[in-house]
């Protein structure tokens, strides 16, 4: 079955300095991986997927994400924060092979200060 | 802005009433999907409709239903509320039935139920 950890519940960071967040997943297929993001009172948005290409991903506002096979992880990272980031940030994973859901991570909130 | 609009954006009823969301996906796309967002279970899918059909299911409750009509708007109807129920509920579409596809998702509607 498939399930997706998000390893750190809050990451504070300050502007300018490098963002990590971390994504372990599970899964009995070939997956889909997406990361979204959540601005307070906000829909979800799309920052970048993974769907058996190339395994560095880059996504929208400078971010991207590495799918690691051999350590079934796919962690997402800045180069530098904005405040902007400050958002709630979630890790997707989906077994379309399998014909199943989305499976949403816990989610991460980020803290940029200045 | 996504393009995926949803009303009532704040809804709050009293236990043991009905209430129907509804959800207008963005022009083109015939996939339409709803999660359930909440503090304990965070987000969780619940059930996709594509064009037209049923094309998954999630954790939905038997108490709730959901259905796509003719020009693809999609409601939501939650019956029998419980406490519980109050949660944030999103809808998403797609341009197709895989849920690899990029999903955009509305801006949500709050529920209360007292």
């Known amino acids: 079955a498939q399930s997706v950890t998000q390893l750190d519940s809050h990451v504070s960071v300050s502007e300018g300095t490098p963002v990590l967040l971390r994504c372990n997943y599970s899964s009995s297929y070939s997956p889909s991986l997406f990361w979204y993001v959540q601005h307070p009172n906000k829909g979800l948005q799309l920052l970048l997927k993974y769907t058996s290409a190339a395994t560095l991903v880059k996504g929208i506002n400078g971010f991207e994400a590495e799918f690691k096979k051999s350590e079934t992880s796919f962690h997402l990272t800045k180069p530098s924060a904005h405040m902007s980031d400050a958002a709630e940030y979630f890790c997707?994973?989906?077994?379309?092979?399998?014909?199943?859901?989305?499976?949403f991570g816990k989610g991460t909130t980020l803290s940029v200060s200045s | 802005d996504s393009g995926v609009t949803q009303t009532p954006k704040h809804l709050i009823t009293a236990t043991g009433q009905r209430v129907t969301l509804r959800c207008s996906p963005r022009?083109?796309?015939?996939?339409v999907y709803w999660y359930q967002q909440s503090l304990d279970q965070g987000l969780q899918f619940l059930i996709q409709?594509?064009?037209?059909?049923?094309?998954a299911k999630g954790n939905i409750l038997e108490r709730f239903s959901a259905q796509q009509f003719p020009d693809l708007h999609s409601e939501l109807n939650l019956s029998s509320l419980e406490l519980g129920d109050s949660a944030l509920y999103f809808c998403?579409?797609?341009?197709?039935?895989?849920?690899?596809?990029?999903?955009?998702f509305g801006p949500g509607t709050r529920l209360l139920v007292l």
């Open positions: 997707v994973v989906s077994e379309w092979e399998a014909g199943t859901a989305l499976i």
């Open positions: 022009s083109g796309d015939l996939s």
């Open positions: 998403a579409s797609s341009v197709g039935g895989p849920q690899q596809e990029t999903q955009y």
């Open positions: 409709y594509y064009n037209g059909e049923e094309r």
